[in-house]
């Protein structure tokens, strides 16, 4: 492949190795690769001078991503890209993984080897955006990445790599400084049909996906049709949007889109495509030398006019002080203590209720619901065992195993006259890892539309709050809402008998039911396994959407996973959720029992 992100076959780079804080950087990368790339045979390595002159590279081959550790702005020492919070700091580098993942999981065609023709270097233009949007669609939440590497990976794109890696000092920890705030430089590109249009695709495709705001490409738009002309401008977009929903493993449309993208800008499909500086079929724009010899193009000024503008807002989007984010986030769980206090705090236990978003009536459970408890707590308890970590000492001493081997060793040292440096003597210590907390919230949809939900759904918490009473340190809690919040379980307290209740309301309070669930369970503190599952058709109010937009994205920032259930394509789902279809409600126990043991076993 010619593309700069995919490396087709393993192509020597530098020869030195991550080390150190950079080693240990790339060993946390992987671990979180594979949640983006969905794929669990992946590694990452990051240090400055890999990614093959690109800012990162998927090597499909090797299952490997490389990134270039120039990007990350950070001493690899003080990065943890465990913590979601800790990502915003090298957001830019963090979206070029999101990007090389999207690649990883979608990038399943290759050109034939060795073809060197403008309509394969089309189509692979074409699939930058398409596994965008095949990511998107998968995560909706990584937009904000692949907004915040947009101007990385474009200039990269339109630039030449710089040959070689880092020299091998490179490669150990060093402080970097951080990137600046607009891109450090601007493409050397012509203006000419075939670079206009292959800034269509990687910039004007990208704002159809909302990656990147119509404001911020209006003026390269411009720009672009008064090369391209707006009927074929409007053609090429035609094409692009077919790629996004072309299929990974199409690679004869993505070629066919490739020819007739050739076609509209006037280049031969089948010779190679035209270089930078306006050479090749379908360069005869006399503006198409002033991109390589003379000062910048109309066009290379209004692509870096666009990057320069996206990463303006991106500076200002992150220019809130720390102290302004605590303060926030401090006022944030106090509204859900608060909020807490009221659902929860009430003298009744959840039984038969009066008013609207009630608990109807109490039940006791069924055998296969009492045989479902059991199997979720066996499993609860098997994905928090984690095993001792062993440790082993040497010393020259005893106490200790004796290695002969060592002994002897030390007797020739000292037979030689020299300090014996050999050890012996190997003392190996087991200690306990602690079982990480579990915290569950669930919150149902109360109104009219989810009645097929509501009978699975009071049984699964039933079930949920039974498995975890046999879990240590595991608790959950389920509320409904509608125009009230209502809890179903309590953090704590063991049901006798099944909950249930109906699904007739005609409001929606589901930023308070978050609210409650958070203020109970602290989902948006740290230190535990948390999961929020909403259960929801997610056709809420423009005002309630944004509170509720709000609450996910506090959530998920501070590491607590959300699920949402989504029953069919009607499903409004907010960004951020991981979306998980329940065709059919009854398995709707299940679902929840097998999200709650993952979330336990990647604490």
């Not at 692949?146 to 630039?159: H, M, P, V, W």
């Not at 090429?236 to 199409?250: F, G, I, N, Q, S």
């Amino acid at each position: 492949m010619t593309n700069a992100h995919v490396i087709s076959g393993p192509t020597p780079g530098p020869a030195t190795k991550p080390r150190g804080a950079w080693l240990r950087l790339s060993a946390a990368l992987s671990e979180e690769i594979c949640d983006l790339a969905d794929r669990e045979d992946l590694t990452v390595t990051c240090a400055p001078g890999k990614g093959h002159g690109a800012p990162g590279c998927f090597i499909p081959e090797l299952a490997a991503i490389e990134l270039d550790g120039s990007h990350l702005g950070h001493h690899p020492d003080t990065c943890d890209p465990s913590r979601p919070a800790d990502r915003t700091r090298y957001a830019p580098l963090w979206g070029v993984l999101v990007h090389e993942a999207a690649h990883a999981a979608h990038t399943r065609w290759t050109p034939t080897p060795g073809t060197s023709a403008a309509h394969v270097d089309a189509a692979l233009v074409l699939e930058e955006t398409r596994i965008e949007a095949a990511q998107l669609r998968r995560r909706p939440a990584d937009r904000r990445w692949l907004r915040a590497s947009a101007s990385s990976l474009i200039l990269a794109d339109f630039t030449t790599p710089p040959r070689g890696g880092a020299a091998a000092g490179a490669l150990v920890a060093q402080p970097l400084a951080a990137p600046p705030t607009v891109p450090a430089s601007r493409p050397n590109v012509a203006m000419t049909p075939w670079n206009a249009a292959r800034a269509a695709g990687l910039l004007l495709a990208r704002t159809d996906l909302g990656i990147l705001e119509r404001a911020e490409t209006a003026g390269l738009a411009a720009t672009i049709a008064s090369v391209l002309g707006t009927n074929r401008l409007v053609e090429l977009a035609k094409l692009w949007r077919a790629a996004h929903v072309t299929p990974d493993e199409d690679r004869d449309t993505m070629l066919e889109l490739g020819r007739r993208w050739c076609e509209l800008v006037g280049t031969d499909p089948n010779q190679p495509a035209p270089t930078e500086g306006g050479t090749g079929t379908g360069n005869t724009n006399q503006e198409g030398s002033k991109g390589s010899t003379g000062a910048p193009s109309q066009l290379a000024e209004a692509i870096g006019g666009a990057l320069a503008a996206v990463e303006k807002a991106e500076a200002a989007a992150l220019g809130t002080t720390s102290a302004d984010a605590d303060a926030r986030e401090q006022r944030a769980h106090e509204r859900a203590a608060r909020v807490a206090r009221k659902v929860f705090n009430v003298p009744n236990q959840p039984g038969p209720q009066r008013g609207p978003t009630a608990v109807a009536r109490t039940r006791a459970p069924h055998p296969a619901e009492q045989s479902a408890a059991r199997r979720l707590a066996r499993a609860l308890r098997s994905a928090a065992h984690r095993e001792p970590t062993v440790t082993a000492v040497t010393s020259p001493m005893p106490p200790g195993r004796l290695r002969m081997r060592d002994a002897l060793a030390a007797d020739a040292q000292r037979a030689a006259g020299a300090i014996p440096t050999a050890e012996p003597f190997t003392q190996t210590t087991r200690r306990p890892v602690p079982s990480p907390p579990l915290r569950i919230g669930i919150a149902c949809d109360v109104t009219g539309s989810m009645q097929a939900l509501a009978d699975p759904v009071a049984s699964a918490a039933w079930i949920l709050a039974r498995a975890a009473a046999h879990v240590p340190d595991a608790q959950s809690a389920t509320v409904i809402f509608g125009t009230r919040v209502r809890p179903v379980t309590s953090p704590g307290v063991t049901p006798a008998r099944v909950a249930e209740f109906t699904a007739r309301d005609s409001q929606h309070r589901f930023a308070e039911a978050v609210d409650a669930l958070d203020g109970i369970m602290d989902l948006s503190r740290t230190g535990a396994a948390r999961l929020l599952i909403v259960v929801s058709d997610g056709i809420f109010p423009a005002a309630e959407r944004a509170l509720g937009r709000d609450r996910i994205a506090r959530l998920t920032a501070a590491g607590c996973a959300v699920l949402w259930l989504a029953m069919d394509e009607r499903t409004r789902p907010i960004d951020g959720a991981d979306v998980v279809a329940l065709t059919d409600p009854a398995q709707a126990a299940a679902v929840i029992g097998t999200a709650a043991t993952r979330a336990l076993r990647r604490a």
